[in-house]
């Protein structure tokens, strides 16, 4: 991930949304696509983008403005032409917020935001197909927050006494349940599931998985994706799973596959191996910043897999000398790189 500079000189971050330093508000400028230093506007109505090189009239997203879960902002052109309350390139996916007048509920959101927000960062930076209907996609993309009926957190009109909420992607609609923005109950299922990882930014680089198979490759590479990852409609979905909550992942799972979980399902090995690959080109992106890392040719998916592993053997000893979990759990090997090459070669650096 890229670092920015605010005007008094201190390093901004992704997330930020004050400057620590000479305490500006900040936020990100879709003009110059930059973390930036904001100015009240000279005529009283919003921000001035305080990048040398933008200027741009900015007003701040409303979930900015009126609940400090965002950091982005809107130009002022487009929010005026709209009519409504100015939503940001993100926030506008948003169907189902969760219930704010229950306790904890808005920092929980504020976390799952700027998890979508890395996300879909993700996305714009490699240059992934996502969208509404007005932008000509489909399936268009939505999220929903929910509680399950029985959580503090719930009381929405749409979920029935009794119901629970699964994490998960559906026509293009990805549903969040809130108890994973809950530390705790996070860190608890990791281990039940026996998940080396377990995070929400890896929850939504999974469930956009699902709907990039979708939008990007049901009905167009169909051929190429069953070679790889097998036929999505030898086996029934729900038969899968039954089968796999039954006898678990394969036994030699290892040499083929990400993860276990990607064994059960070739959707699932699609989505398990996409969100790796997400991962991979995040972390690479931000080694790249740091220095930790040559300057990558992001066409040559070689070099950025070999530079990788290099980088995840040396994080892992890092994470091991203090005690924490491998940074780089997963072995890359031959059937997963293919795999992972299939999902490069749907963005801009990758031919698409």
């Known amino acids: 991930m890229k670092r920015y500079n605010c005007v008094c000189g201190n390093t901004l971050f992704f997330e930020n949304s004050l400057c620590v330093s000479c ?15 904001l100015e009240p506007a ?14 741009a009239h900015l007003l701040k997203c409303d979930n900015y403005v009126t609940h400090n879960v965002c950091n982005r902002c809107v130009p002022v052109e487009a929010a005026e032409a709209s009519g409504a309350a100015p939503r940001c390139d993100y926030c506008r996916f948003n169907r189902t917020i969760p219930k704010l007048d229950v306790p904890t509920n808005l920092k929980r959101w504020g976390w799952l935001e700027a998890a979508k927000r890395r996300a879909l960062h993700d996305f714009d930076r490699l240059g992934l197909k996502y969208g509404m209907a007005a932008d000509g996609v489909n399936p268009p993309l939505a999220f929903e927050f929910k509680a399950d009926s029985d959580d503090p957190a719930a009381e929405y009109q ?3 006494a009794g119901e629970k909420v699964f994490t998960g992607h559906d026509n293009g609609l990805i549903t969040i349940n809130l108890k994973e923005a ?33 939008v990007s490759v049901k009905g167009e590479r169909e051929p190429a994706f069953n ?17 796999y909550h039954k006898n678990g992942a394969k036994p030699d799972w290892a040499t083929a596959y990400v993860s276990a979980y990607a064994t059960m399902h070739p959707w699932e090995d699609w989505a398990e191996t996409f969100a790796h690959y997400l991962s991979m080109m995040a972390t690479m992106d931000t080694a790249v910043e740091g220095k930790l890392v040559p300057p990558l040719d992001l066409s040559d998916f070689g070099q950025i897999t ?34 992972m090459a299939f999902v490069h070669g749907l963005t801009r650096f990758g031919g698409a």
């Open 42 to 55: 000279a005529d009283g109505n919003g921000f001035t983008c305080q990048n040398k090189d933008c200027g």
């Open 306 to 339: 070999r530079e990788y592993a290099r980088l995840g053997l040396a994080l892992n000893e890092l994470n091991r000398g203090i005690g924490l979990v491998d940074f780089l759990p997963e072995v890359i090997v031959g059937p997963v790189c293919e795999k």
């Open 227 to 243: 070679k790889l990852f097998g036929d999505a409609n030898a086996v029934p979905y729900g038969q899968a799973l039954a089968e």
């Open 23 to 37: 305490k500006r508000d900040v936020g990100w400028c879709p003009t110059c696509k930059q973390i930036t230093a």
């Open 158 to 160: 749409d979920v029935s």
């Open 182 to 214: 809950d530390p705790v109950e996070r860190e608890r299922a990791r281990v039940d599931f026996r998940e080396a990882h377990r995070t929400l930014v890896g929850h939504f680089r999974h469930e956009l998985g699902h709907y990039v198979w979708d």
